[in-house]
């Protein structure tokens, strides 16, 4: 059974273009996250939500809109994509009350 | 905010060998710091934790110690294998936590 979830796992897209990504995790946690990896690797947390309400928005560009519709599910809206955004992008979820982070697979965006 | 170092940025050993990445941290608040592993096109996946409360946890080949005082921690893998290769994170935030500060990564490479 999976887990942490998202959907798709590759994207090619061209800049200007708006792009979804979508998540879902079955293990019935409260808080689910956002990371990016960019292409050194560095991990960094976007966006995290509680129970459908947004806890932390790090400096993360306006063009970037998560959105939860129920505590299963965080997707992430980006619109007018821009080559920058290229990266992989980790859902993830947790307890609130416990540490213990579960990462989906990652969806590799690519901007050209 | 917390901010996370780690060293080395690469690690080549044999097989065998035992293997020791190291972390420092900054917020003396933050009280939590896992350790995940990073296959080749896969999501992070948590294989140690360790709180402040505790000095050092072991789980088979792999050990993490802790010193609060100097704000430091390791990861030790004992007895390498192959399947070891991977990049490996250290983590660190509060108890209460909604956000993980990761550290830049190790790329660990693993030779027979």
């Known amino acids: 059974d999976t887990a942490v979830s998202q959907t798709p796992k590759y994207l090619v897209t061209q800049m200007g273009n708006d792009k979804s990504i979508k998540c879902e995790q079955n293990?019935?946690?409260?808080?689910m996250y956002w990371y990016k990896q960019d292409s050194k690797k560095f991990l960094k947390i976007m966006f995290s939500?509680?129970?459908?309400?947004?806890?932390i928005n790090e400096t993360v560009p306006n063009r970037f809109s998560p959105k939860s519709p129920d505590k299963a599910h965080l997707n992430l809206h980006i619109n007018s994509l821009e080559l920058g955004d290229s990266a992989v992008y980790f859902c993830?979820?947790?307890?609130?009350?416990?540490?213990?982070?579960?990462f989906g697979e990652g969806s590799w965006l690519t901007v050209v | 905010g917390e901010n996370v170092e780690q060293h080395p940025s690469t690690l080549s050993v044999q097989e065998g060998d035992s293997a020791v990445i190291k972390c420092t941290y900054s917020?003396?608040?933050?009280?939590?710091f896992p350790w995940y592993k990073q296959e080749l096109g896969k999501g992070p996946q948590l294989i140690i934790d360790?709180?402040?409360?505790?000095g050092e946890k072991k789980d088979q080949r792999i050990a993490v110690t802790l010193n609060k005082t100097a704000k430091h921690f390791s990861l030790h893998i004992t007895e390498t294998q192959p399947e070891d290769s991977a990049v490996y994170f250290c983590?660190?935030?509060?108890?209460?936590?909604?956000?993980?500060?990761f550290g830049t990564g190790t790329r660990l490479l693993v030779s027979p």
């Open positions: 993830a979820s947790s307890h609130p009350s416990g540490n213990t982070i579960y």
């Open positions: 293990l019935g946690h409260d808080t």
């Open positions: 939500y509680n129970n459908k309400e947004l806890i």
């Open positions: 917020d003396s608040a933050s009280n939590y």
């Open positions: 360790i709180r402040s409360n505790v």
């Open positions: 983590a660190g935030g509060d108890t209460g936590f909604q956000k993980l500060v």
